[in-house]
């Protein structure tokens, strides 16, 4: 079974560019999760897709930070204009609709200088 | 409010010197703990789940458990490849689709 595939592996920014991350999570996993890590951290959620709907983006930065999920297969994450504080590794993960456990992909190691 | 915390946040052993990690929670209505390997590099890696209180799993040198308050990670006689940090994570009921939310890790270091 293949895993969650993220690309690209590695980013540098320089503060208010922008920058888009893709994932494409295990087949047949309706739901699908983005996970902002920052150094010594925790994982914390920003985006949680059900098929093509947000189940709850409550944490997300909505002025900087958007999310799509078109077909209810792929998704794209993306940040305008970034600043340093979105230094971070972004994680994608998928589950099956029934839920946990999540199953991750290996990030998108972001550096905004 | 719902939380999950992590202790200690560093541990350094000696390849063979047994230990345990310690995650608390505060959250009604378990639906489960999740426990994680995350090592350098790569996304966290899904090692077990426990649902009630009393219930152990266990994987190589690994052992869960499970309270009604918090969760152990003991890891015996420890390798240097268990090096690595762990997560434990918890649904958060109260929050649309269970969010699923984690804690700060431990991270562990095996000397040789």
């Not at chain 1, 944490?59 to 600043?83: C, H, M, N, Y």
Request: proline residues 6%.
């Amino acid at each position: 079974e293949a895993g969650v595939a993220q690309s690209p592996r590695y980013k540098i920014i320089e503060k208010r560019q922008s920058v888009a991350f893709w994932c494409n999570p295990i087949s047949g996993h309706a739901t699908l999760y983005w996970y902002q890590q920052i150094l010594g951290q925790g994982p914390k959620l920003l985006i949680q897709f059900q098929n093509n709907g947000v189940v709850d983006d409550s944490q997300l930065p909505k002025d900087r930070f958007s999310a799509e999920r078109l077909k209810g297969v792929d998704s794209t994450l993306k940040i305008q204009p970034a600043k340093l504080e979105d230094s971070a590794v972004y994680l994608c993960a998928s589950s099956l609709e029934s839920g946990p456990p999540l199953h991750f992909g290996n990030g998108t190691r972001l550096t905004v200088t | 409010e719902d939380q999950v915390t992590q202790s200690p946040e560093a541990l350094r052993l000696q390849e063979g010197e047994s230990s345990s990690l310690n995650c608390s929670y505060t959250v009604s209505g378990l639906r489960g703990l999740f426990w994680y390997r995350q090592d350098p590099g790569k996304g966290p890696e899904f090692l077990f789940t426990l649902y009630s209180a009393g219930e152990e799993k266990e994987k190589e040198r690994l052992k869960a458990t499970l309270t009604k308050k918090e969760s152990f990670l003991h890891i015996t006689a420890p390798k240097p490849e268990d090096s690595a940090t762990y997560l434990c994570a918890v649904p958060m009921i109260k929050a649309a689709g269970n969010k699923l939310t984690f804690g700060g890790g431990t991270r562990v270091l095996v000397k040789p």
